[in-house]
């Protein structure tokens, strides 16, 4: 039962709430909120420095654990990712652009945008 721990999570925010003891429970926010997520015992599987995540794949963690026994449930707070630069694909930083009568644009590298415009009355006309 690894789906427990956040239901009993948040059976314990409401309770709180009810006692006057804390605020009224909400859902996580994009842009306050701390982003982390929770995994269930049949989602990761941890090695020696290493955790494995389905969508993640090999993740190297910080330290080894501490404790010894069975894991239930996990809370990933934060995954840093360090990419090669042959990860990332470089663009031009900036790009000309003229707006004409024959083509919508055109830009500096050459590649041109056709003007929807005469298309679409050509094709009423036809």
């Known amino acids: 039962m690894p789906l427990i721990s956040p239901f009993s999570r948040l059976r314990k925010a409401w309770i709180s709430f009810f006692e006057d003891n804390a605020r009224r429970p909400k859902f996580k926010s994009k842009k306050k909120s701390r982003a982390s997520f929770y995994l269930a ?6 090695g020696d420095h290493c955790l494995w995540i389905p969508k993640l794949g090999r993740v190297n963690t910080a330290e080894n654990l501490r404790f010894k026994g069975k894991i239930s449930s996990a809370c990933v707070t934060r995954v840093v990712v360090e ?43 036809l």
């Open 41 to 46: 015992n049949d989602q990761f599987e941890l």
């Open 83 to 125: 990419l090669d630069d042959q990860g990332v694909e470089k663009k031009p930083k900036s790009v000309g652009l003229d707006v004409g009568l024959n083509r919508l644009a055109t830009l500096s590298t050459g590649e041109g945008f056709e003007n929807q415009k005469f298309l679409k009355t050509a094709l009423k006309k």
